[in-house]
């Protein structure tokens, strides 16, 4: 697949599957504008590899108005955003009576906000070109729910029905717009619950046990394999793959 002069924004790209789904559109020659605040120099440097242009913008994906300068940066440097994956996404547990109100306005408005910030700002120049790939990184969370993940599940499930009414505004134009839904991948958002849940230091106990409860292959989804099927989303062969939400979770929404 080839997306040479095409151009990429990857929102929470500097690690896990942001960045993984950033390498596999740089191999397939896209230029990219990674975002977050993690090792950005290693993120640009394992990007740059694969021979792209790579640029960084430290936008706060919490704040509109540092997202409207992270899609007009993009558009200087490159003349426009062909290809938007909003991944950028956080996360806290804790029964709903108990959540922290702050956490709660956080975790919507970075994990579900953003997303229709960047893409109100991103679709008018898709639709100028006819041509556009709008891939949102839900979770097998904006399938199903679990408990304890109020504020994560709800945005989630907002960001599916984002996804659908964009695919339907878009239905008739080049533009498409689809939603990954993973289950559990090893991020560090993830090492952190798996951490948290280790009786007495067992981490690999605790790691089966995470699996063991959510998702029948025993085995975590991969940044590599997600950024494989967003790739495929952004190919002519998924032209018509309009409004899904494609689950990659070992089996987790078989159940």
């Not at 151009?7 to 942001?18: H, N, P, R």
């Not at 804790?94 to 997303?115: G, T, Y």
């Not at 062969?237 to 987790?252: F, K, L, S, T, Y």
Request: glycine share 10%; aromatic share 6%; with cysteine.
């Amino acid at each position: 697949m080839n997306l040479q002069g095409k151009t990429a924004l990857v929102t929470g790209s500097t690690s896990g599957i942001g960045l993984g789904i950033a390498l596999k559109l740089a191999e397939a020659g896209a230029n990219l504008v990674l975002n977050g605040f993690g090792d950005v120099e290693a993120a640009v440097a394992a990007v740059t590899v694969h021979g792209g242009q790579v640029r960084h913008h430290p936008a706060d994906m919490s704040k509109p108005v540092e997202i409207e300068t992270l899609v007009r940066y993009a558009e200087e440097q490159f003349g426009g955003v062909d290809i938007l994956v909003n991944n950028a996404g956080i996360q806290h547990v804790a029964p709903v009576e108990e959540f922290p109100v702050e956490r709660w306005d956080s975790i919507i408005a970075i994990n579900l906000s953003s997303a229709f910030h960047t893409t109100r700002l991103a679709l008018p120049g898709m639709r100028a070109r006819n041509w556009g790939r709008i891939i949102n990184i839900a979770s097998a969370h904006g399938l199903a729910a679990s408990a304890g993940k109020s504020a994560y599940v709800a945005a989630k499930h907002g960001l599916v029905g984002l996804t659908k009414s964009v695919a339907l505004e878009t239905a008739t134009t080049g533009v498409t717009c689809n939603a990954i839904c993973p289950g559990w991948v090893l991020t560090p958002l993830v090492q952190k619950q798996i951490d948290a849940r280790a009786v007495d230091g067992d981490v690999a106990r605790s790691r089966h046990d995470l699996l063991a409860e959510k998702q029948p292959s025993l085995d975590f989804v991969t940044p590599e394999q997600l950024g494989a099927l967003a790739l495929f989303l952004c190919s002519e062969a998924a032209e018509q793959v309009r409004g899904a939400a494609w689950n990659m979770d070992g089996g987790w929404l078989a159940q």
